[in-house]
C-alpha cells in the first residue's frame, strides 16, 4: 500500500520545464548479417581484430554501425524560454547501418557461422544498451547549457540561436567521443580470451578447416 501512493506520488510530479523542451531519442537499427567480405578483409579492418579464436590467427566476424546526431529546433522567440532562444530542442541519435559481417569462408547456419552470429550479437545489445543509457547524459548537458543563457530578446534570437547552436555542436562531439569511449571498453569485457576458447571449443573442426584454408 505505501509502495503504491510512493510511486503515484513520483509520477504525478511535474516534468521539469527544461525536460519539457529539450528531448534525446535514442534508436539502434535492426541489424543484418552480411557475408560479403573474406575473412581475411574482416581480419584487416581494425588494429584489434574482433575475438581472434586462440591460435586461429583470423578473425571470424565484425560488428559495425554508424553513430548519426541530428537536432530540430522550435525557432519561435518566446520570452524567458527554458530552452533559451529556441522554443524547443529535440536531439534524435541513432546507431544506423548495423551489420554482422561474416566471413564469406563460413558456410551459413554452420556451427562457426551460428557461434559468430551470437558473439557479435553481443556487441549489437550492448551498443544499443550504451546509446539508450547516454541519452539522459546529453539531455542535461544541453538543458544546463541553454538554462545558463542570458534571455534573448526579438531582436537577438537569431544571433543567439547561432552561437547557440555552435557551442551545442561542440557538446555534442565530446558526447560522440565519450560514448565511442564507453563502447570501447565494453567490446574489451566481451571480447576476451575466454569468449574465444568457448568458440573454439563448440566448433574446432570448422576452425581447423578454416586454418589450413588460410596457410594458418
Known amino acids: 500500500m505505501h509502495l503504491k ?3 503515484l506520488a513520483i509520477i504525478c510530479l511535474p516534468m521539469p520545464a527544461w525536460a519539457q523542451c529539450v528531448k534525446v531519442h535514442t534508436s ?9 567480405k573474406s575473412v581475411a578483409q574482416i581480419h584487416g579492418m581494425s588494429d584489434i581484430p574482433d575475438w581472434v579464436p586462440a591460435d586461429a590467427g583470423m578473425a571470424m566476424g565484425n560488428f559495425e554501425s554508424q553513430l548519426d546526431v541530428k537536432y530540430d529546433t522550435g525557432n ?3 520570452a524567458y524560454s527554458p530552452c533559451g532562444p529556441f522554443s524547443y530542442f529535440n536531439v534524435h541519435v541513432s546507431f544506423t547501418d548495423a551489420v554482422i559481417n561474416i566471413g564469406r569462408e563460413i ?3 554452420s556451427c562457426m557461422y551460428n557461434a559468430a552470429v551470437a558473439h557479435e550479437l553481443k556487441h549489437y545489445n550492448d551498443y544499443k544498451e550504451a546509446l539508450g543509457e547516454s541519452g539522459h547524459g546529453l539531455q542535461t548537458k544541453i538543458a544546463t547549457y541553454l538554462q545558463q543563457l542570458p534571455p534573448s530578446t526579438p531582436e537577438s534570437a537569431d544571433t543567439d540561436r547561432y552561437n547557440a547552436q555552435v557551442a551545442i555542436n561542440a557538446l555534442i562531439e565530446q558526447y560522440s567521443k565519450d ?7 565494453r567490446n574489451k569485457l566481451i571480447d576476451t580470451q575466454a569468449e574465444s576458447m568457448r568458440v573454439y571449443g563448440e566448433c574446432p573442426e570448422q576452425i581447423k578447416d578454416l586454418q589450413r584454408a588460410s596457410g594458418n
Open 179 to 185: 560514448l565511442y569511449a564507453e563502447l570501447e571498453r
Open 107 to 109: 558456410a551459413a547456419h
Open 28 to 36: 539502434t537499427a535492426p541489424y543484418s548479417v552480411s557475408q560479403s
Open 76 to 78: 519561435d522567440f518566446i
Open 5 to 7: 501512493t510512493i510511486l
